[in-house]
Structure formats: structure tokens, C-alpha cells
């Protein structure tokens, strides 16, 4: 029995691929004091004093990593 065929998928249009550059690069941005804390970390290492900050920079990493997760994830139109 011959299945139909698929229909083609529709390419993004210019305003969807220009928002996930966008968003990749502000994940990527995002991530940068993340990274910087954590080679800070690995060099002078864990100072309980600055917990808040750790914390914060955390989830500024985490939210960096959420938008590059969301920009680069197949479209279903």
C-alpha cells in the first residue's frame, strides 16, 4: 500500500531566523560571566562569602544556556 507523501516543510521565514540568532547570541553572551565565575572558582577557590554571588551568576548561566537550548531546537509548524 503507497502512503502519501509528506508535505514539505516550510522554511523559516526571515523574522524566525533573525530571533533565534538573536536569542543564540544572548545565550551566549549570558554565559560568559558564568564561565568567567567558574575559572575564577578554579583558581582561588571556594570562598562561602560570596555564595549570593555564585548563585546568581548560576542562574544568569542557566537562563543563557536556556535561550541557546530554545534558539537551536527544531520548528514544528
Known sequence: MN???EPP???PTAAEGC???LMFLAGIVL???AACALLGLGRGGFDSSFIGF???VSAI???G???IRLA???RSH
Request: glycine share 4%; hydrophobic share 50%; no cysteine.
Open 3 to 5: 502512503t502519501p507523501p
Open 9 to 11: 516543510t516550510n522554511p
Open 19 to 21: 530571533l533565534s540568532m
Open 31 to 33: 554565559l560568559l560571566p
Open 54 to 56: 555564585w548563585l546568581a
Open 61 to 63: 548561566g542557566f537562563v
Open 65 to 67: 544556556a536556556w535561550l
Open 72 to 74: 537551536t531546537r527544531p
